[in-house]
């Protein structure tokens, strides 16, 4: 299977590469939900790495459920919620193959996209679509971080993998999802890149 594996973010997690980790919610998510663009709801967390969303969500009454297949990542989300005496749901899955028992209001996609070889993002935008009831968001956090690899000589180069808003509007097309108009909401990354905030619905 091309791209990292559930054994490559083991050892991130093990060895404390974890320079994606905010250490607190995103600000782009604490935006969304002061402004109400979000409002409770039942929400996925897909690749919720340390749960600091899943966390913020489940303290602001969402009906939470965090997905991630690896074991550190789901340890520590579990940790996080106890620590914060929250409830939420924290599956071990892979998001390319997981079923939800029912359909979610809502997706808070945030660096797990750009996880994820892009040869699985077709695979995974069709999951997303799967997982929502039609009229159901996707609070899509876009990784913006081009390198100069990828332009010079055609490198696929991530984690993280940037996510060129062109290539997203390929992936999520208008026939599917209905878009804002642009510009849309930078949130600076901890990885110095940043981020696009983009409020997809679900047709
Ligand atoms: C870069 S980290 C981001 C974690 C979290 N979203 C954050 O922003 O702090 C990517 C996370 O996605 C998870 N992940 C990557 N591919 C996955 C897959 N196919 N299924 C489930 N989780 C996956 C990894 O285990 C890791 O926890």
Redesign the pocket.
Known sequence: MAG?T?DF?QERFDTGQTG???GGP?PGLLAWLDSGALAPCRIAV?????G??VAELARRGFDVVG????AA?VEKARAHCRQQGVQAKIVR????DHAPSAPFDAVYE???LC??HPEHWVRYAGQLRSWLAPGGRLAAMFMQTPRPGATEEGLIQG??YHCDINAMRALFPEAAWVWPKPPYARVLHPSKAHELAVMLVRR
């Open positions: 990292p559930p973010w994606w980790d905010r995103s897909p690749g919720c790495g340390s600091w969303e997905i991630d297949y690896t990542a899955a892979d998001v390319l945030q660096t797990c996880a994820l984690p993280p």
